[in-house]
């Protein structure tokens, strides 16, 4: 089945440790997006990638950095810089022409 | 800034009932996009209309756009206890930018 893998699905985190959450996808998707989302809120975008090797800053870069060496992988790496880091975290993919994006199932991230 | 607003934050009906859904948006757009999200889940794509589009249909899913009022409506006929979900309207110029989503409850 194609789609995209979000893991882990929940992780803890003590303050000042960075964490990498990983999202993998089988869709043959050029781009990818990280959102995050707070509880009763919409999604704002923190990176996306276009293409192999090339990614911008979406809305809310500050604090996370991230990666696109293949074109399937794009982990999100929250540092110990992102104030408040507690969120729940969507990657999603998009093919080409209409922008329409394919989700995974989301990470939920708590800073203990 | 959030491109689209939705209307209202939270619904609840009954079962069997019409549910409709609001979006607003500011800047002019190549197309809207709705998407369904149940809790704790990702977004899973509902339906997209192009800005030359006034409606479109898929199932019991009726969309319309209004490009002079900036403003989209999501209709969803004949509820089902399933239908429990928050609905995002997203709004594409340059990118894709996601409204804050009503949380629909239909009740058995």
């Known amino acids: 089945d194609g789609g995209i893998t979000q893991s882990p699905k929940y992780l803890f985190r003590k303050e000042g440790q960075n964490v990498t959450l990983s999202c993998e996808q089988n869709l043959n998707h050029d781009a990818m997006y990280w959102y995050r989302q707070d509880p009763g809120q919409g999604l704002r975008l923190i990176y996306y990638?276009?293409?192999?090797?090339?990614?911008q800053k979406g809305d809310i870069a500050e604090g996370y950095s991230v990666s696109r060496e293949k074109k399937e992988s794009f982990p999100l790496t929250v540092t110990s810089a992102q104030k408040n880091p507690t969120a729940f975290y969507l990657c999603a993919s998009g093919g080409s022409g209409a922008n329409v994006l394919t989700f995974g199932a989301g990470s939920r991230l708590t800073v203990l | 800034s959030q491109q689209g607003e939705e209307d209202p934050q939270a619904l609840s009906i009954q079962e069997g009932e019409n549910a409709t859904m609001n979006c607003s948006y500011k800047t002019s757009i190549n197309n809207l996009q709705w998407y369904r999200q149940n809790s704790g889940r990702g977004l899973v794509h509902l339906i997209l209309?192009?800005?030359?589009?006034r409606e479109k249909h898929s199932g019991r899913l009726r969309v319309t756009l209004d490009t002079s009022k900036k403003s989209s409506s999501l209709l969803i006929t004949a509820s089902r206890a399933a239908d429990t979900a928050s609905y995002f309207c997203a709004t594409e110029a340059q990118k894709l930018v996601f409204g804050q989503g009503t949380r629909l409850t239909i009740n058995p």
């Open positions: 990638s276009q293409i192999v090797n090339d990614f």
């Open positions: 209309i192009r800005s030359n589009e």
